[in-house]
């Protein structure tokens, strides 16, 4: 009987097969999208994997900031079988030849490292050669090729002169985007002395290589010194710390693309769902003739549950070739920014996934209209509007809904690792759908009863097709309007992401910042500023310090349950690059590995006044300590991190002194202004006194004066660095550029997903209103008449389904902005009213258009 | 007691005792909360080869007495017996067994499925029956209605009345012992009616098949043997 059943599958399909097509195309990008992000995912963790040695260099990686001392000094003669030491620190250094000077990330190197992959120079050997007793050092290839420079040319670093040995490609872990940015020059550790560079305040990095025997025993070794590394001030890095941190700064990258394949194949199920509940009505009556013929129940089921599966099946293979050719892409678009070379292959995980999933979604969101099947009565040939095929209280029936619901939360809680997200997006998409429902059977309603009389015709025509028998006014208004809520949310949440990593720029924002700048020189710094006719926008202190107590609980305490409890809310956050602010303060708190939110060091500043960018959200700034108290003011979303709120207490530990503070105030910090701003501010008369630097701000009108002002203050502060925004800007906004292309092209596949689905809800429901139309072609009506009749229903019923899945998509967008992005959000009306009014001529359209036969008959 | 499903009749009477018996059967439908009674006290029966026309006006409960007499639809009260067969209390899934082993039908709109070849419509009854042959059997039907060049054909590439051809082929495709049709001719003109009427007669007559046909047309009517009216949902 089986074998029948295939064949009346077949004979049964064959003559819809482009119809049923059109179903699944939804489902082919759905899984299209899944597959090239599970398999993007896929491979690169696997590169992660192989890479991760060749990304720290050596088996154990200690940092500090700190000088060494003798604890520290005789720590390290213990460890490993061999070790290198590194100082790295920003520094300007001057082309000899060419006369530019440029900031760079200064490392002074001493040792064999790194133990595992290479730096990369040319020639080859340099990399060896630069550390031997000659004054030599490695320069960044692009600063170079910027520079005009050559290997034998001279760079000054401080007031040293150094001979360029070798042109530098590649430093183990660094990406390309990140060289970009803070180009490296190697030079040897027994020259950093005589540069002069290293004074007190110079913000320098102490790190340790170690290269073990037995590399098995690191993370032994690493327990076992935890408390000796927690008084020297070293954090430790090890292969494996590193592969985890660099899985989890690609993570957020990878949900929100997983999150916009999913809302694909989301949409790809309402394709199926309502494509597959409009065949099989139109097969009723074909159904209910075989039941006259002694067809049962459950072989009408399996005749359509086949053609379902095999059509599923043909649409996730479908998809999983598409989408293995897509992936292919992504390391393209996003190689700037991956610290591993990508290879790709592919992925059989992900295409299993993808089979499975096309697969599952086809049958599982058929079932409700399959399982209708089993109830056509075989009187419908007969007497087919006196009795329909009815629904009943089937029990199967709310197990499917059941399992779509579990599948869905399945689903999300894998794609975006949380349960509780999960709930609330199938709870959304619940309510959406409820809201929906309800919408159409509030419309139809009101159209029965308030529909005037005395309306003309064609219109009273346009719109009873809403309310008629057969009509598809519930398929079509959840299937457009979920469609158009999903195309309009991805559309909002990715205007949200992008603004969020767009930085503000502007004729008055600041583009250039000295940095490193030291007390007794901040006078003469301000001088040689306002000699070259420059503005010094702001001149404020950096103070380093740590948190030593919160409330009475240690800062180490505090950062180890921190630890557990980021793992489960570092989910779903924007993209990364969130672009770092200078003086130390990064947007939000989310954005840095656990823990380091309590034990890593803060830069703070200390002001009598808030600034423009600053607005006090609860508590009262006070800008002295006069009465003795000392009220520090936090951002609102460092506070949130730490949890502290108006009142609770925090001892900082400013450079060994402990300063016992209460918060005053939490303050509304405006990151997206090019300026200092701080997590932390200090009122005056506490900190005035501790070791600091200072960073001034000002704006150059062009590069020529750039240039000259950059050499002028290299010549007369070796130890000032000098920031060009203008640089740093361009290099953001492309990487920007290229992280916003990623999102459209994702929300973009979910978008034509949508679009899909939304053509075939309204190309299938037509064929409901092709047998009408001959009818009334018959008694006379005109082809303007039938055009008029089929405008009214289809744009009337676009618009009120798009209005309603735009108000959804609002909601749904404020909701992800304010609750998993933390971001404001601020709707364009011109956006939403654009939308409106596409989607409306969208479903009008292709209602229209589905009746081509009809228009062109004469 | 006889239990539903089970033969009504003793092997010696089975041969003998009508192919279709209605007892005391009433027909209830409830729309809106109120009743609607289609069928009151139906009693006859049609005995074995017999051709036996139900007749009456628009609303008289004719197609609803086919669709109980063919075990497509349920009585509310009474009893049916077909081809010795007990159907009070069947299950859909024992109905429809029971339709494809003994019934046949033929459709006022003919009811040919739209994605099936004309011959593959003929062959799906015996196909569900496992039967073997089916295939050069449909395509002798096919011949006997003069449709055996136009086998591959779908309905809507057909005529009415060669749909209608198609139709009794596949009636008949199965050798039912009792074939029912619903104003087999209701859709055809009349020329083509006759045509159709004749090749009914004519495969029944072969078959040597219990026919009953519900008609308006009195001309058909008086082509049974016997003419049951109908009449508020009462035989008359």
């Known amino acids: ?858 | 007691m006889i239990s539903p499903g089970m033969s009504y009749y003793t092997p010696e009477q089975q041969n003998t005792a009508a192919i279709l018996e209605l007892r005391q059967v009433n027909k209830i439908y409830k729309s809106a909360g109120r009743e609607l009674q289609v069928l009151k006290d139906i009693d006859f029966s049609v005995s074995r080869g017999d051709t036996v026309a139900i007749t009456g006006p628009s609303g008289s409960g004719k197609t609803t007495l086919l669709g109980i007499c063919a075990g497509l639809d349920r009585a509310s009260a009474g009893s049916v017996i077909l081809n010795g067969i007990l159907l009070d209390g069947l299950s859909e899934d024992e109905r429809a067994r029971l339709r494809n082993d003994y019934v046949g039908f033929i459709f006022q709109n003919f009811q040919l499925m739209p994605t099936l070849t004309a011959l593959e419509n003929v062959m799906v009854p015996m196909e569900l029956r496992h039967r073997k042959g089916a295939r050069t059997r449909a395509l002798e039907l096919l011949e006997k209605v003069g449709l055996a060049e136009r086998a591959d054909h779908y309905p809507v590439q057909l005529s009415g009345g060669e749909q209608q051809r198609v139709s009794l082929a596949r009636a008949f495709s199965n050798q039912p012992a009792l074939l029912f049709a619903d104003e087999p001719t209701g859709n055809l003109d009349e020329e083509t009616g006759e045509r159709i009427e004749a090749m009914l007669f004519e495969l029944n007559r072969e078959a040597g098949t219990t026919l009953v046909i519900v008609t308006h047309d009195p001309e058909l009517a008086s082509k049974t043997s016997r003419v049951i009216r109908m009449k508020g949902g009462r035989i008359q």
């Not at chain 1, 720590?75 to 620190?89: A, C, I, N, V, Y």
């Not at chain 1, 107590?549 to 779903?572: C, F, M, P, Q, Y």
């Not at chain 1, 002194?657 to 300026?675: C, F, H, K, L, Y």
Request: with cysteine; aromatic share 10%.
């Open chain 1, 1 to 858: 009987m089986m074998a029948w059943l295939f064949k009346m599958a077949w004979r049964d399909s064959r003559r819809n097969l482009g119809r049923l097509f059109l179903f699944i195309a939804a489902v082919v990008m759905g899984i299209a999208a899944l597959v090239a992000v599970t398999a993007f995912r896929d491979n690169l963790s696997r590169d992660i994997d192989t890479q991760a040695m060749e990304l720290t260099g050596a088996d154990l990686v200690l940092d500090g900031n700190s000088p060494p001392g003798k604890g520290t000094n005789a720590l390290m003669d213990t460890l490993g079988e061999e070790r290198s030491f590194e100082r790295s620190f920003a520094s300007m250094i001057y082309f000899v030849k060419d006369g530019g000077s440029r900031l760079v990330q200064v490392r002074a190197l001493q040792g064999n490292y790194p133990y595992y992959g290479a730096i990369e120079t040319t020639p080859a050997k340099a990399a060896k050669e630069f550390r031997d007793s000659s004054r030599s050092a490695l320069v960044d290839q692009t600063l170079m090729l910027q520079y005009g420079a050559q290997v034998g040319d001279s760079i000054k670093v401080g007031a040293l002169n150094f001979l360029i040995r070798g042109a530098l490609h590649k430093v183990p872990g660094q990406t390309g985007i990140s060289s970009t940015v803070a180009p490296v020059v190697y030079i040897p550790l027994q020259f950093l002395e005589e540069t002069g560079l290293t004074k007190i305040g110079s913000r320098i990095k102490y790190r340790y290589y170690i290269k073990f025997a037995n590399p098995s025993q690191v993370a032994a070794v690493v327990k076992r010194l935890e408390k000796d590394l927690d008084k020297y001030g070293l954090d430790a890095e090890t292969v494996a710390s590193r592969k985890e941190d660099t899985g989890r700064s690609f993570r957020d990258v990878n949900r929100f693309m997983s999150l916009s394949g999913f809302v694909a194949l989301l949409l790809g199920c309402i394709g199926v769902g309502s494509a597959v509940h409009v065949y099989i009505r139109e097969k009723l009556e074909s159904i209910a003739t075989l039941r006259c013929m002694g067809l049962k129940a459950r072989q009408a089921f399996w005749i359509f549950m086949i053609q379902i599966g095999v059509i599923g099946l043909t649409g996730a293979i479908l998809g999983c070739l598409l989408g293995t050719g897509l992936q292919y892409l992504l390391p393209y678009v996003l190689k700037d920014l991956l610290p591993v070379e990508m290879n790709m292959r592919l992925s059989w995980p992900a295409i299993g996934q993808g089979l499975a999933l096309g697969l599952l979604v086809s049958i599982l969101f058929s079932l409700p209209s399959l399982l209708m099947v089993r109830h056509v009565s075989p009187l419908n040939a007969m007497r087919i509007s006196f009795e329909p095929a009815q629904r009943r209280r089937d029990p199967l029936l709310w197990l499917v809904y059941l399992l779509i619901l579990l599948f869905i939360l399945g689903f999300t809680a894998l794609q975006i690792g949380g349960w509780q997200e999960a709930g609330i997006f199938t709870g959304s998409i619940v309510v959406a759908f409820l809201l929906l429902y309800g919408l159409s059977r509030l419309l139809t309603w009101l159209l029965r009863r308030l529909l005037p009389e005395r309306t003309g015709y064609l219109w009273r025509q346009g719109f009873a097709n809403l309310y008629r028998p057969q009509n598809q006014t519930m398929v079509l208004m959840v299937s457009v309007g979920l469609s158009a809520a999903f195309i309009g949310l991805l559309f909002f949440v990715q205007q949200v992401l992008i603004k969020r990593v767009t930085i503000a720029g502007g004729p008055d924002q600041p583009n250039t910042v000295l940095f490193d700048i030291q007390t007794e020189q901040r006078d003469a710094v301000a001088a040689l500023t306002r000699k070259y006719k420059l503005p010094v926008l702001s001149q404020v202190p950096v103070i380093t310090v740590r948190i030593d107590e919160i409330n009475g609980v240690r800062a180490s305490n505090l950062a180890k349950a921190d630890s557990v409890a980021v793992e489960k809310h570092t989910r779903l956050k924007a993209a990364p690059g969130a672009p770092k602010q200078e003086g130390g303060g990064r947007r939000g708190g989310f954005q840095e590995p656990p823990g380091r939110a309590f034990n890593g060091e803060l830069r703070v500043t200390f002001q009598r006044k808030l600034t423009s960018a600053e607005k006090v959200l609860r508590g009262v700034w006070r800008g002295d300590a006069d009465d003795g108290r000392i009220r520090v003011s936090l951002e609102e979303n460092y506070a949130r991190r730490i949890h502290v709120d108006v009142g609770d207490s925090i001892v900082f530990n400013v450079q060994g002194v402990m300063i016992g503070t209460v918060v005053g105030s939490i303050r509304e910090v405006n990151w997206a202004r090019m300026q200092t701003n701080f997590r932390v501010v200090f009122p005056t008369g506490v900190l005035e006194e501790a070791p600091q630097f200072h960073v001034l701000m000002t704006r150059v009108p062009d590069s020529k004066v750039s240039a000259a002002f950059q050499a002028d203050v290299v010549r007369t502060f070796p130890n000032v660095s000098v920031i060009d925004l203008k640089l740093v800007l361009r290099v953001l906004d492309e990487l920007l550029g290229k992280i916003g292309f990623v999102i459209r092209f994702m929300a973009g596949f979910s978008m034509v997903t949508g679009w899909i689905v939304l053509v075939s809800a309204v190309l299938v429901s037509h064929a409901q209103r092709n047998r009408e139309q001959m009818l009334l072609t018959t008694l006379g009506a005109s082809r303007r008449q039938l055009l008029v009749i089929t405008a009214v229903e289809y744009f009337f019923l676009g618009m009120v389904a798009t209005g309603a899945g735009m108000m959804l998509a609002v909601t749904g967008a404020w909701g992800l902005s304010r609750y998993v992005f933390q971001a404001g959000f601020e709707p364009s009306p011109l956006a939403i009213s654009g939308f409106f009014m596409v989607i409306s001529a969208i479903v009008m359209l292709t209602g229209i258009l589905s009746g081509g036969r009809t228009w062109k008959r004469k």
